[in-house]
């Protein structure tokens, strides 16, 4: 079994800055692609951004230059920096891991912009 615990999320003002971690915890034998997804309220869940057990990393055009996904395999972590956050980022935002052929998700994490 695998628990992911998701923190970061909060509110801030537009223009601001939040980093979002989800660390990785129970029978972890091999971790393949972390990535954040995000589900604003009547909207389908959508990727964010992805990163891979080798560093390539995969953004939504929305978030390109503005968020950095990055992760500590040691620590079993991912992260999510976003800058220059936007009224239209607010929305709970999950974490993702895969462990072939397992997808596990975080229980989610509430990021509300203010305009």
């Known amino acids: 079994q695998v628990n992911l615990v998701e923190s970061g999320g909060g509110l801030v003002q537009a223009g601001g800055s939040l980093r979002l971690s989800c660390a990785a915890a129970?029978?972890?034998?091999?971790?393949?692609?972390m990535g954040w997804y995000r589900q604003a309220p009547g909207n389908q869940r959508e990727l964010v951004a992805t990163?891979?057990?080798?560093?390539?990393?995969n953004y939504a055009n929305s978030v390109k230059g503005r968020f950095t996904i990055s992760r500590d395999n040691a620590k079993n972590t991912v992260y999510l920096q976003m800058n220059s956050l936007k009224p239209e980022d607010t929305a709970v935002y999950y974490c993702?891991?895969?462990?072939?052929?397992?997808?596990?998700w975080g229980q989610g994490t509430q990021v509300t912009v203010s305009s």
């Open positions: 990163i891979t057990s080798g560093g390539s990393t």
């Open positions: 129970g029978s972890i034998f091999s971790i393949t692609t």
């Open positions: 993702k891991v895969v462990i072939t052929p397992y997808n596990y």
